[in-house]
């Protein structure tokens, strides 16, 4: 019984997150770790809720339980790098993502990350390399797009961020936030 429990209060937990009502995502999730303690998946997602609601203590000390029960899963990697990004400490976030990127190999969601704490932290030379490197793999989508067209813009590169709004346009012909 447990384990559907926990299941059932994940996936409420996620329905939630995705309609951006984090309080209540985050007590439904809190709920799936009350019935199956060291459940991997809602540690992952409670550490988002906890980021999304500006606790990233909290976040951080989740990411690294999951980062320590699934190293090779890049999840943990980033939601950790996120919290540490978060508490300003943009240093050790991007450190960590590089030595993530080694031990998982390469994640499209790992790079993105990478690429978009680069961004942030004004190395658009080297968030651009990461962003290509999404590209080159085939895994690319609408976000790795639309963050090739602001680095593209930050580099004042027109060609780099023409290609960037293209190809998100294509995956999404209506979006606003592509032109």
Do not use: C
């Amino acid at each position: 019984v447990g384990a559907r429990a926990a299941g059932a209060h994940y996936g409420l937990a996620y329905v939630l997150g995705e309609m951006r009502r984090w309080p209540d995502a985050l007590n439904s999730i809190n709920r799936a770790l009350s019935e199956r303690p060291g459940f991997v998946p809602a540690l992952s997602q409670r550490s988002q809720f906890l980021l999304q609601l500006d606790r990233p203590k909290q976040a951080l000390k989740d990411a690294e339980a999951v980062v320590a029960a699934r190293p090779a899963w890049a999840d943990g990697h980033v939601r950790r790098a996120r919290a540490l990004s978060k508490m300003g400490m943009r240093e050790d976030a991007l450190k960590g993502l590089a030595e993530a990127d080694e031990v998982v190999g390469f994640d499209d969601f790992l790079v993105y990350w990478r690429a978009h704490l680069l961004f942030d932290d004004g190395q658009n030379r080297e968030a651009l390399a990461q962003v290509d490197r999404v590209v080159a793999s085939g895994e690319a989508d609408y976000y790795d797009y639309l963050l090739q067209t602001k680095i593209g813009l930050a580099l004042r590169d027109k060609d780099v961020a023409r290609a960037g709004v293209d190809h998100a346009l294509k995956i999404r012909p209506k979006s606003r936030r592509a032109l």
